[in-house]
């Protein structure tokens, strides 16, 4: 004898298993973007200081460096998942090949960060990123290692964003490195 399942079974089995999908997307939703960043920027580092990530992507002697404290690791790695794919000025293939590859992952991270900016707009992602940065500190440095020193130089967001040179030259604050041969 065959057993007839009924539609309305069939509806909330897949009804059930949808939300099996999306409780198990939410746990992975912390880590996709940090583990996106980590396999597909080869010079990317991330640190973790105390609880706080520190990402420095250093192609050459010029690196660039996103900091913040206090901050979730997921809000973290979102922001920068988010900062290297939609507002950073790098140019190298590797690079290239990163932001390429990052659209659809940058979808769903914008949607799930979205603090009030509207996502229909094609300056969304400048949205998101100039109000993370606003609700949790998040700061842009880049650091040159030239001639036994380091410089660090703290951009402001909305220059990077609007990709302007800025109105007043930031301020950079070197530091002689100690030698090595010591």
Same mark, same amino acid.
């Not at 065959?2 to 997307?25: H, P, R």
């Not at 991270?109 to 979205?114: E, H, P, Q």
């Given at each position: 004898?065959?057993?007839?399942?009924? %539609?309305?079974?069939?509806?909330?089995?897949?009804?059930?298993?949808?939300?099996?999908?999306?409780?198990?997307?939410?746990?992975?939703?912390?880590?996709?973007?940090?583990?996106?960043?980590?396999?597909?920027? +080869?010079?990317?580092? %991330?640190?973790?200081?105390?609880?706080?990530?520190?990402?420095?992507?250093?192609?050459?002697?010029?690196?660039?460096?996103?900091?913040?404290?206090?901050?979730?690791?997921? %809000?973290?790695?979102?922001?920068?998942?988010?900062?290297?794919?939609?507002?950073?000025?790098?140019?190298?293939?590797?690079?290239?090949?990163?932001?390429?590859?990052?659209?659809?992952?940058?979808?769903?991270?914008?949607?799930?960060?979205?603090?009030?900016?509207? +996502?229909?707009?094609?300056?969304?992602?400048?949205?998101?990123?100039?109000?993370?940065?606003?609700?949790?500190?998040?700061?842009?440095?880049?650091?040159?290692?030239?001639?036994?020193? %380091?410089?660090?130089?703290?951009?402001?967001?909305?220059?990077?964003?609007?990709?302007?040179? +800025?109105?007043? +030259?930031?301020?950079?604050?070197?530091?002689?490195?100690?030698?090595?041969?010591?």
């Amino acid at each position: 004898m065959k057993k007839l399942i009924s %539609v309305s079974t069939i509806a909330l089995a897949i009804i059930c298993l949808g939300q099996v999908a999306v409780f198990a997307g939410d746990k992975d939703a912390s880590t996709e973007s940090l583990s996106f960043l980590k396999s597909n920027l +080869p010079k990317l580092k %991330v640190e973790n200081r105390h609880g706080n990530l520190l990402f420095k992507y250093c192609p050459d002697n010029t690196c660039e460096l996103i900091k913040a404290e206090n901050v979730p690791i997921s %809000v973290s790695a979102d922001f920068a998942f988010l900062y290297f794919s939609f507002i950073s000025s790098w140019t190298n293939s590797a690079f290239q090949k990163f932001q390429s590859s990052s659209k659809y992952l940058g979808k769903q991270i914008l949607a799930r960060n979205l603090y009030g900016c509207k +996502p229909e707009l094609p300056e969304t992602a400048g949205c998101v990123v100039r109000s993370m940065t606003e609700k949790f500190g998040f700061k842009i440095v880049s650091s040159t290692y030239d001639e036994g020193e %380091v410089c660090d130089t703290e951009y402001s967001l909305e220059d990077l964003i609007n990709h302007k040179s +800025p109105k007043n +030259p930031p301020e950079t604050k070197c530091l002689k490195l100690k030698n090595e041969s010591n």
